[in-house]
C-alpha cells in the first residue's frame, strides 16, 4: 500500500519530467535555422561597402524530362538553375556549398539536397576582375519522386569569408 510519501514523490516526478519536456520543446524550435534574405556582412568592411547578395539569372527555370528516369535513382525530371553571387566590392568570399529543397504546387516536398561548392577554375590574368564580378554558378536538381513537376526550388547558399566567418543567402525558383 503506498504511503502519503510515496504519492508526493510520484507526482514531483511527473512535474519534473513535464517541466523537462516543456523545456526540450522550447529548446528545439528556438534552433530552427533562419536564412537571411538581405545582404550578408562579413568581417571589417572599411568602405561601409554592401555585402555578398545572391539572386537568381532566371526566376523561371524548366523541368526537363530524363529518358532513364527511375526513381529514386533517376528522378524524371531535371531543372537546371543558374545562382548569381555579387561581391559588391567585398573580398575573400566564398561558396561553400548549396541546400536545394523541391516543393510542388500541391505542397509536397521533396527531400532536401545538398550539394558541394564548384571548385573555381580561373585563367591567368584574370583573378582581380572576377573577384570584382558576379559569379555564376550553374546547378542541376532533379524532380519528380514522389512531387510534382512544377513549383518552387529554393536555394541555401553557404559562404565563408577569410576570416573564417560563416553566412548564407536564399535564392528562390518558380519550376514550370
Known sequence: MPTLLDR???????????????????????????????????????????????????????????SNARCPQVAPFNVPFVVVMNPNGTSGVVVTGFQVRFTDTAGNTAPQITLPAPIPVTPFGSALADARGDKFFSLTTGIGCGVGQAGTIVVVVDTADDQGHKGSGRVQFNVR
Open 8 to 66: 508526493g514523490a510520484h507526482g514531483l516526478s511527473r512535474r519534473l519530467a513535464c517541466a523537462l519536456l516543456v523545456a526540450a520543446a522550447v529548446a528545439s524550435a528556438s534552433c530552427e535555422k533562419k536564412y537571411p534574405t538581405e545582404p550578408i556582412t562579413f568581417g571589417y568592411n572599411p568602405l561601409g561597402l554592401t555585402a555578398v547578395s545572391f539572386s537568381a539569372q532566371s526566376s523561371t527555370v524548366f523541368a526537363q524530362p530524363v
